[in-house]
Structures are given as structure tokens and as C-alpha cells.
């Protein structure tokens, strides 16, 4: 009954923002468009998106700029969710939006790491940060070099694990996008499971753990495929952390002496056992294909919970990511057919 009294006002809330989604209809009709501008003018007409499109005048109808309107929709139910949270649900919301915050610290590192002449287009992203982050964006914008962006990090918890590149002249984008990932996902492990109780803990520990695992699986199989790496520096790109693909079945896909006895491997996983394994090429569809499964059946079966919170912002950022797709694909001119293809199934 606990649960139920705590969650009930926010999964009120969230059911109505779930039935402002888009629907598999919506997916293909937008996928037979000739154009974005019809794109645009069809998202006016939706709940979910009319108020931002309708801000929208023609010279800004380019996939940067829409995509910026689609991540304040985003943004804006996160605030929405955030203001009929209670404390315990702050706390999970709080430690979710650092992946956020670590998307914007890989934003900010490929403009100076790669020397950009395009200055940083972080304005719509100010209001949320502002409320929400530690990290002050006014700061981030004035960096010009790599070691001036580490050091616009020094107040927050970001600035440890990327503090041992400064003035390094080997580490590549690379390294500090693996630096964040394992630090962030270390991080979740660690501290998610001391803010919640045992029931939801149990909750976190199965989808966190999952997403662990099948983020490793597409790092050992990509390491093979395209970067030919040895074991020992597959070993070094990964998460320490393993769940339903033990330490045994994580040696053998690593060292696996080729990606065809990889996928051999990876079908005596629990994932390979569990889930209908899918060819190499779809391996992105696969990691959020089980994903959406799990999420939906924590939901189903916890409705009451942080399952709830934690599906509908996996659907809705999955629900951007199909958009910002589907518009890339209109504007080259594909057919609906390798649009839909694209966009694999649809998420609601």
C-alpha cells in the first residue's frame, strides 16, 4: 500500500504523457512524407509536440534545430515528472539525469577536441541544466582546448575521471568517452542501490545490470569486427561489472579468436538462450530491443515503482532518436520502405 499511495499521483501523471506518444500510424505516415517541413507540420498537429514545432518559423527546419525543439519536449516532461515526485523518486530522478549530463560533456569534448569552427549550441539546454546539474554551462562554452573544458569540470564529480588526460597528447576522443562511461555506470551500480529499498533495488540492479552487459556485448563484438583489437585491450574498454553474462562467458566472447566464433559464444549466453539472437548487423537493435522488453515487463509487473519513471524516459528518448531518424531519412530522399528499416519497430 506504501508504494501505491507514494507513486500513484505520478503514474497518473505519467499514463497521460504516454498517451501524448506516438503511435506505430504516426511512425508511417511520417516515414511517407517527401519533405521535413511536412514532417513538422504534421508534429504540429500532436500534443506531444505542437507547442515547440508551432515556435518553429522555415529557416530553422533543419535536423540540428529540430532536433534541439524534440530534446526541450524531452526536457520538459522530465520537469513535469520531477514536480509530482516525491523524495525517494527525486533521488532516483536526480542520479538519472547524469546521463544527461554526461551526454553534454561528450558534446562539448568532440567541438574542441576536434577544433570546431561552430561555437557550442548549448542555449536550449541552459534552462534544464541550470535547474537540474552541477554543471554550468556558461562555463563549458568559454573552452577552447580539452584542458580548459576539464578544468570548467574542476566543481563537479566529472573532473576526477577525466582530470588523469589533462595534458596528455595520446589520449583520443576515445579514452574520454570510455572514462565517462565507466565512471557513470560505475557510479549508478554503486549508488543507486543505497537510495532505494529492496524491492526497487532489485528493480535497478536487473535493468542497470542488463544495460551493463549488453553495452559490453557490442563494445567486444565492435573491438573485433572493425577495430581488430587483441583481448588485453578489449579487457581495458569495458565495465567491471557483470550480471546475467558471467565472468566466464565474458572471457570466452573477448577472447574469442574471431567475430564468427563470437557469435557462436554469444549464442550459449543467457542472452543468446533467452532472446532470439539477431545477425551482427542489428546488434544496436538488439541491445534496445531487450531493453524496451525488460523495461516493459518491470513496468507490468511493478507499475508502483521506479519502473514506471525509468520506461516512460527510455520510450521517450527512444521516441527523439526515431524522429530525428526519420527526418534524416526524408531529407535524403529514402523510400518509406528503408526508413521504416531505419527506424527497426516502434516504441510506445
Known amino acids: 500500500m506504501g508504494n501505491v499511495m507514494s507513486y500513484s499521483g505520478i503514474v497518473t501523471k505519467i499514463r497521460a504523457m504516454q498517451a501524448r506518444m506516438l503511435t506505430e500510424k504516426d511512425f508511417d505516415y511520417i516515414a511517407g512524407l517527401q519533405s521535413v517541413p ?36 524531452l526536457y520538459d516532461d522530465y ?5 509530482f515526485a516525491g523524495m525517494e523518486q ?25 577544433h570546431y569552427d561552430k561555437p557550442f549550441d548549448l542555449e536550449y539546454k541552459k534552462e534544464f541544466f541550470d535547474k537540474y546539474s552541477q554543471i554550468s554551462i556558461d562555463k563549458l562554452m568559454t573552452s577552447k582546448t580539452v584542458d580548459e573544458l576539464i578544468d570548467n569540470l574542476r566543481d563537479t564529480e ?33 549508488r543507486n542501490k543505497r537510495v532505494m529499498n529492496q524491492k526497487e533495488r532489485d528493480l535497478f540492479t536487473r535493468d542497470c545490470g542488463t544495460k551493463v552487459d549488453l553495452l559490453n556485448i557490442q563494445w567486444i563484438y565492435r573491438a573485433k569486427k572493425y577495430y581488430h583489437l587483441l583481448p588485453p585491450d578489449i579487457y581495458s574498454m569495458t565495465i567491471p561489472i557483470h550480471y546475467r553474462l558471467n565472468v566466464d562467458d565474458f572471457k570466452r566472447l573477448v577472447e574469442a579468436p574471431t ?29 534496445k530491443e531487450i531493453l524496451e522488453s525488460l523495461y ?22 527512444e521516441e527523439i532518436y526515431k524522429l530525428t531518424t526519420a527526418l534524416e531519412c526524408i531529407r535524403y530522399g529514402l523510400s518509406k520502405g528503408e526508413t521504416l528499416g531505419y527506424l527497426g519497430g516502434v516504441t510506445q
Not at 542520479?95 to 568532440?110: A, F, T, V
Not at 557469435?263 to 539477431?278: A, D, L, V
Not at 516493459?296 to 528518448?317: G, H, Q, V
Request: hydrophobic share 35%.
Open 158 to 190: 566529472y573532473y576526477a575521471p577525466l582530470e588523469k588526460f589533462k595534458d596528455s597528447e595520446s589520449a583520443t576522443l576515445f579514452d574520454y568517452d570510455l572514462a565517462l562511461d565507466l565512471y557513470y555506470f560505475s557510479t549508478m551500480w554503486r
Open 296 to 317: 516493459r515487463a518491470d513496468r507490468r509487473r511493478n507499475p508502483y515503482s521506479i519502473a514506471t519513471i525509468n520506461t516512460y524516459l527510455f520510450l521517450k528518448e
Open 90 to 114: 527525486k533521488r532516483f530522478l536526480k542520479i538519472y539525469w547524469k546521463r544527461y549530463e554526461i551526454d553534454l560533456i561528450n558534446y562539448c569534448l568532440r567541438i574542441v577536441f576536434n
Open 38 to 73: 511536412e514532417a513538422i507540420e504534421y508534429l504540429k498537429g500532436k500534443p506531444a509536440y505542437a507547442s515547440y514545432m508551432n515556435q518553429m518559423d522555415l529557416s530553422l527546419y533543419h535536423r540540428r534545430h529540430v532536433e534541439k525543439v524534440l530534446y526541450q519536449s
Open 259 to 287: 567475430v564468427e566464433e563470437f557469435r557462436h559464444q554469444m549464442e550459449e549466453t543467457y542472452y543468446g538462450k533467452r532472446y532470439q539472437y539477431m545477425e551482427a548487423s542489428t546488434m544496436e537493435r538488439m541491445y
Open 79 to 83: 520537469t513535469r515528472i520531477f514536480r
